[in-house]
């Protein structure tokens, strides 16, 4: 009896002993699997902007789609100049923006995006000390039109002071007409552009505006909610490649800062848990 009394209880705490075994194996196991989703959780959130800005800058550097629609642009830009030149003798200007508009700065995203950063205004002005950003698809030849045309071009661009000889430099790069300190309008003490264009307006007839920022056709954009500005633009419908030529931005812009109610004191995790309670999946 003594024996078999043994046995069961030796036999009985092997058991025991295989299943505290495999408990503490599915329990590790368990803990493993929520620690790398929630690392997985963690990276895509650390990573949602410079990935988004990284992609979007793909897009404007290889996408032929994006060459097309700036090439679209500035046919519709021509078109347009050709018959307001012939409609009128009296002297027209053009007005246009220079960053993702005349020049391209998707290597300034990369190089950020790479480093999981987005914007930052020392390294923005390093990249425009440069004074090497290409220029966009389309503007170079319609701007030298336009000035082969008597029509002169004046620059409103949101580029500080400090970056002024470095934006001449890369526009003049390109023998861009009237890279010049009196048509180069930068920002002095507001974003706003609106003072900038009246300037413009009080002296010359205005043929039209090229941007990719809507804050670049009218101050009826600025800081605006997304929703308010989707109505502005239905409202001005007929202007679109008429009066208002604008070049496409993926990248960043005013669509973006609405989305955050232009709060750029907002850390890019914030701003990224925004995005995604506005996002629509199904
Ligand atoms: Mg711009």
Known sequence: MTFIFYLILFTH????KKLLLLSGLLFFLSCTVTVNRKK???????TFIPNGKLFTALFQQQAAEYKALCLQSYNMATIRLQQ???STDKPLVIVTDVDETVLDNSPFAVHQGLMGKEYEPEAWYEWTSLAK?????GAPSFLKFAASKGVQVFYITNREERERAATIKNLSNYDLPNA????????STT????????????DYEIAMFIGDNLADFTDLFDKKTPQRRSNIVSSLQAQWGDKFIVIPNTNYGDWEGALFNYNYKLSSHERDSIYRTILKSY
């Not at 950003?133 to 698809?137: H, I, L, M, N, S």
């Not at 010049?180 to 920002?187: P, R, S, T, V």
């Open 13 to 16: 705490l092997f058991i025991m």
């Open 40 to 46: 997985t959780v963690a990276n895509l959130q650390e």
């Open 84 to 86: 307001y030149v012939k």
């Open 133 to 137: 950003a290409d220029t966009v698809p």
């Open 180 to 187: 010049d300190d009196k048509h180069l309008l930068l920002k």
């Open 191 to 202: 974003s706003g552009k609106e003072g900038r264009r009246q300037q413009v307006a009080n």
